[in-house]
């Protein structure tokens, strides 16, 4: 009987074992006949898109919209409620971050090993159950520690992959808070601001309830695409990644790549550049109180807000089509950076309401249209081995975003309505990230070691700021 079930043993092992070989056979040969931007393959990446990208858009919005919401929250009564001054506000903003810091690593590593379909819209649940409960928050102490949550389970998500989603948040965070604080300001005794979080979080609980069922995982699982497309999907990977890892013969271990990232001057060229751009952007917490300076009426200054993220949505489009149209980073960057330091040095100079209005648009779209661009440009500068690429962009973003800590104190109360401080330290950043971005090639060619320089080879046009 043993030796019986042995033998049956042996020939499923064999049927296997034959199995894989057949379908290995079948990869090979398919990929000896695959055709990159074949019209088949053109029809699949339009569907996939079709499939992914309406769902993940939804999902970045409301990111946004739960982690910014506070801005319009503080404009709302939260700070007299809560008895928050101008340093407990910003260890409200600051402490967001460092819960991102901490887990940004750590959660990407998770996500590389479960299915996405269940990972992001789990981490999406979790964050609007906290929105929610920020409405019910009673002291500085509890809000701070669901913010310091917030930023932990936020960091699941991959950064800067939709940021015309992300401005557009404003836009529809500004909405929102308008029409909530105006139409149920005190209904049931809860006052505008406790609304805001909870219908915002709960919007995000039920978007998050859908994700679980409409996100895709994996080509080889997904039920959604016929096993034509499936191969194609299949081997599209294989294909890219035979061409990204043909540099080498032999992958790095993450202990190399990591010393190899951290070795390499260019991770903190990229960093710093990130972090200027970043520092900046921490306008977006205090746009609805500079908003209320120049519109008086708190509702008033939430739908104030709006038309500055929808100028901020157009010009990041433009800058961006127009930057893979021409193959250019570098100058896109530098010319973005140069908007907002310019509009910056404007609004610290002048005072009236209509001017600093207009300004402060175009501030916030240089800051927004630079950001996308400079995680690409960081992406195909540093993008051999791919080990080490994934290692330097977990590094950029991380402590690219850790300088919202401090870009988060540059906006005290007491330096309304002028905000001069704000201004001009935002226009320092600008500028210093305009003239690094400028400059960066050559600090490339002058500080990056012989090793990293071998690496810029096959793509010595990206770091230009160019394509290659």
Not at 21 to 42: K, M
Not at 247 to 270: E, I, N, Q, W
Not at 299 to 325: E, F, G, H
Request: proline content about 4%; some cysteine; charged content about 15%.
């Amino acid at each position: 009987m043993a030796s019986g079930d042995q033998a049956h043993s042996l020939e499923m092992r064999s049927e296997t074992v034959s199995s894989l070989a057949s379908h290995e056979h079948e990869l090979a040969t398919a990929l000896r006949s695959y055709v990159p931007r074949s019209a088949e393959e053109e029809k699949l990446v339009r569907k996939i898109d079709m499939l992914l990208m309406p769902i993940l858009w939804i999902m970045y919005i409301l990111n946004y919209v739960d982690r910014t919401n506070i801005g319009n929250a503080k404009i709302a009564g939260m700070t007299t409620d809560l008895d928050l001054d101008d340093d407990r506000y910003a260890w409200v903003l600051s402490v967001f971050f460092f819960g991102y810091l901490i887990c940004e690593v750590p959660s990407n590593m998770i996500l590389s090993r479960s299915r996405p379909s269940v990972f992001l819209p789990t981490i999406m649940l979790v964050w609007g159950v906290l929105s929610v409960l920020m409405s019910i928050a009673k002291t500085y102490g509890a809000l701070l520690g669901l913010r310091f949550v917030l930023g932990c389970i936020e960091a699941g998500k991959r950064f800067g992959i939709f940021c015309t989603a992300a401005v557009l948040s404003g836009a529809f965070g500004g909405i929102s808070a308008g029409a909530i604080i105006s139409h149920l300001h005190n209904v049931r005794g809860i006052t505008g601001w406790r609304w805001l979080f909870i219908l915002e979080g709960v919007a995000t609980v039920g978007v998050a309830l859908v994700a679980f069922f409409v996100l895709l995982d994996y080509p080889s699982t997904s039920k959604r695409l016929t096993p034509e497309e499936r191969s194609l999907a299949a081997i599209r990977i294989i294909h890219d990644g035979i061409a990204t890892e043909g540099h080498s013969d032999k992958p790095l271990t993450h202990g190399r790549a990591l010393v190899a990232a951290v070795a390499d001057p260019r991770t903190y060229m990229f960093l710093i550049l990130l972090m200027l751009d970043v520092g900046a952007g921490t306008i977006s917490y205090f746009i609805p109180t500079i908003s209320q300076t120049i519109y008086k009426d708190s509702v008033k200054a939430q739908y104030m807000t709006v038309p500055i993220y929808i100028v901020a949505a157009v010009c990041l489009n433009a800058v961006a089509w127009s930057s893979d149209r021409t193959g250019d980073r570098r100058w896109h960057i530098t010319s973005a950076l140069g908007l907002g330091f310019a509009c910056s040095v404007v609004c610290a100079a002048v005072q009236a309401s209509v001017v600093r209005y207009v300004m402060v648009c175009f501030v916030v779209a240089g800051i927004w249209s630079a950001l996308p661009l400079i995680l690409s440009w960081t992406s195909t500068t540093v993008s051999l081995p791919p080990e080490k690429r994934a290692i330097v962009l977990a590094i950029v973003n991380a402590f690219g975003n850790f300088s919202s800590v401090y870009g988060s104190r540059i906006w005290p109360k007491h330096n309304a309505p002028t905000f001069h401080i704000g201004f001009g330290v935002t226009a320092g950043f600008l500028g210093g990230g305009m003239v690094l971005a400028a400059t960066l090639p050559v600090l490339c060619g002058l500080f990056t070691s012989k090793g990293a320089r071998k690496e810029m080879k096959p793509n010595k046009a990206y770091c230009e700021g160019g394509e290659s």
